[in-house]
């Protein structure tokens, strides 16, 4: 993980989880003292662990923790009193949120760390796969769309459609999709 905030009140407790982050590979940490500074910061980039020690001055921090968890693939621990743990972990952890309670043990912290590096990975594989998914079925999509516009005004069968795709992308040496674009362009015009 290369970008971490940690949302802690104190600059001491900011500090502390600091250096245990830097020897578990965290490049890149953003401190912030509040759940305000911390939702401007996520504005204007993204973070792979948010580390939120809790409570907050504007916040409990169990707010904060589930609106960064719906968002894209960031990883959160939220840091809680021991005596708010168990209410605080059975709400958050549904969401995608681990949870410790304080005062924490350090291999405890840092097993937790490598638990959400790991999650962070798996996670970031899923979404690319997802990408390459969705740009195939958009490829089948306009595909298909080129083939019914050969159907409709070229009198082909689907299969002789088809064929003349794949023979055109093939002496083109362009893909399918770029040569059912072009027929698409070619017959939105009539």
Request: proline share 2%; glycine share 2%.
């Amino acid at each position: 993980m290369e970008n971490v905030m940690i949302v802690a009140a104190s600059e001491k407790v900011a500090s502390y989880i600091s250096e245990l982050l830097i020897p578990a590979s965290a490049c890149q940490i953003t401190a912030v003292k509040s759940c305000g500074e911390a939702r401007r910061v996520l504005l204007e980039r993204d973070f792979d662990l948010v580390v939120i020690d809790s409570p907050l001055r504007d916040e409990t921090g169990e707010s904060f923790a589930l609106h960064v968890a719906s968002k894209e693939i960031t990883q959160v621990i939220l840091i809680v009193k021991k005596e708010f743990y168990e209410a605080v972990s059975a709400i958050c952890e549904r969401e995608g949120v681990l949870t410790i309670a304080k005062p924490f043990d350090i291999d405890v912290f840092l097993s937790a760390v490598s638990l959400t590096r790991s999650l962070y990975y798996r996670m970031k594989k899923m979404q690319t796969e997802n990408i390459q998914l969705r740009k195939k079925i958009e490829d089948i999509r306009i595909v298909d769309r080129a083939k019914c516009l050969l159907i409709s005004f070229m009198k082909m069968t689907e299969k002789e459609a088809h064929r003349y795709i794949e023979k055109q992308a093939m002496d083109m040496r362009i893909t399918k999709r770029a040569v059912a674009e072009k027929i698409i362009r070619t017959f939105e015009d009539l």
